[in-house]
């Protein structure tokens, strides 16, 4: 799952393009590992995007990143998972991944 993180993370990216990644590649993690050769074969994608995820592998804290993410119980909900919000698979520009804090929501009913 961290390579869906990582790939969510871009925001210089669209959610529509980030998606259509994945459907050609199948996963973030083949994204990530993906030769910089086939990413300029790619219709969808510009000289721009290809030069920001090519930068984007360059991220040296990536793991340091998700491991926070899990230390606080931050769940990563990306689209294609069955939890992924219903009412944001209709929307017009869905993200490519949703972000639930159990522990603020842990503390919210304890307070009520």
Do not use: C, H
Not at 3 to 19: F, S, V
Not at 66 to 75: P, V
Not at 85 to 102: G, H, Q
């Amino acid at each position: 799952m961290i390579y869906e993180y990582w790939l969510a993370g871009i925001k210089e990216i669209t959610d529509l393009k980030k998606q259509k990644l994945r459907e050609v590649y199948g996963s973030g993690k083949a994204i990530y590992y993906i030769e910089e050769t086939k990413l300029d074969k790619l219709r969808f994608l510009n000289e721009k995007d290809v030069a920001i995820l090519k930068n984007a592998k360059k991220d040296t804290k990536l793991e340091e990143k998700w491991r926070r993410t899990e230390e606080k119980r931050i769940q990563f909900i990306p689209y294609f998972l069955k939890t992924y919000p219903e009412k944001l698979k209709y929307i017009t520009d869905p993200p490519y991944a949703y972000s639930d804090n159990f522990r603020m929501k842990k503390e919210k009913v304890r307070r009520l």
